[in-house]
C-alpha cells in the first residue's frame, strides 16, 4: 500500500459546526502532515507530527486542532472556523530522518465553510 | 526570511521543450524537491536534488546550484497530460521534517 488517503473528499460546514478530517497511510512512515492549500497558491505548512508527536506547529489558530492517535492516522479537529478557512487540506506522510525523503501527500479534502 | 519564487503561468506546445526555474534563498539548505500538481489533485513527486549538477528521470531533468540558489525543471517531448503547477520546495537547514514551497508555476499546454 502506497498511498495515503483523506476523508472525507468534500465538506461543508457552518461556523458553529464540529467536524474532523482523516487521514491514513500504511506506509510506515514516521512522519505526518497537515498542509492547507488555498486555490492557484502553494501548500502551507501547519502541523508535523514525528513519531507521533507534535513537531512543528506554524503557528496555527487554536481553532485546528490536530491529533494522532497512532503511527497511521491523523486527524485534523475543526471548530468555530471562519469562511476565510475555506480550502484544500492536504494530509502528506514521509518515510525517516534521511534528508532525502519526499513527502507523499493525499488528494486532499476540499473544506467549504459557510 | 525564506523566499522561493518561481514563474507564475508559462506555455508551451506539444513536443517542446519547457524550463521552469527557481530561485531560492533560505536559512540553509537540505535539499530541493520538485511536485507536480494537477487542478484539485495532491502534489506528487518528480525529483530530488542536494548536489550541484543535473538529475534525468526520463522525460524530466532537474538541475541545481547551490552557490546560486537557482534550480530548474526540464520536462522534454511535452504531452497535454503535462499541463499542470510545478511547485519548487526546499528543505531549509536544522529541521527534516519541514519543505518551503515556492509560488508554484501552472503550465499548459496546447497541442
Known amino acids: 500500500d502506497t498511498e495515503v488517503t483523506q476523508t472525507p473528499k468534500h465538506l461543508v460546514m457552518g461556523m458553529t459546526n464540529k467536524k474532523s478530517l482523516k487521514c491514513e497511510q500504511h506506509?510506515?512512515?514516521?512522519?505526518m502532515y497537515w498542509y492547507k492549500q488555498k486555490a492557484k497558491k502553494p501548500p502551507e505548512l501547519m502541523f508535523v507530527?514525528?513519531?507521533?508527536?507534535?513537531?512543528i506547529n506554524e503557528s496555527v489558530p487554536s481553532r485546528f486542532s490536530p491529533e494522532c492517535p497512532n503511527s497511521s492516522l491523523l486527524n485534523l479537529h475543526l471548530h468555530a472556523l471562519q469562511p476565510e478557512d475555506s480550502a484544500l487540506y492536504l494530509c502528506?506522510?514521509?518515510?525517516?530522518?534521511?534528508?532525502?525523503?519526499?513527502?507523499?501527500f493525499g488528494p486532499g479534502t476540499r473544506l467549504t465553510v459557510l | 526570511g525564506q523566499n522561493i519564487d518561481q514563474p507564475t503561468e508559462m506555455t508551451a506546445t506539444e513536443g517542446a521543450i519547457v524550463q521552469i526555474n527557481c530561485t531560492y534563498q533560505?536559512?540553509?539548505?537540505?535539499?530541493l524537491f520538485w511536485y507536480q500538481q494537477h487542478a484539485g489533485e495532491a502534489p506528487t513527486f518528480l525529483s530530488y536534488?542536494?548536489?550541484?549538477g543535473l538529475e534525468e528521470k526520463g522525460r524530466f531533468s532537474s538541475f541545481l546550484s547551490r552557490s546560486k540558489g537557482y534550480s530548474y525543471l526540464l520536462l522534454k517531448e511535452l504531452q497535454m497530460k503535462d499541463s499542470a503547477s510545478y511547485l519548487c520546495?526546499?528543505?531549509?537547514?536544522?529541521?527534516?521534517?519541514?519543505?518551503?514551497f515556492g509560488t508554484g508555476t501552472r503550465l499548459q499546454v496546447f497541442p
Open positions: 506506509m510506515g512512515h514516521r512522519a
Open positions: 533560505t536559512s540553509g539548505f537540505n535539499g
Open positions: 536534488n542536494v548536489l550541484d
Open positions: 507530527y514525528s513519531y507521533e508527536k507534535l513537531s
Open positions: 502528506a506522510s514521509s518515510q525517516g530522518l534521511a534528508i532525502h525523503n519526499e513527502q507523499f
Open positions: 520546495a526546499v528543505r531549509p537547514a536544522g529541521n527534516t521534517d519541514k519543505l518551503i
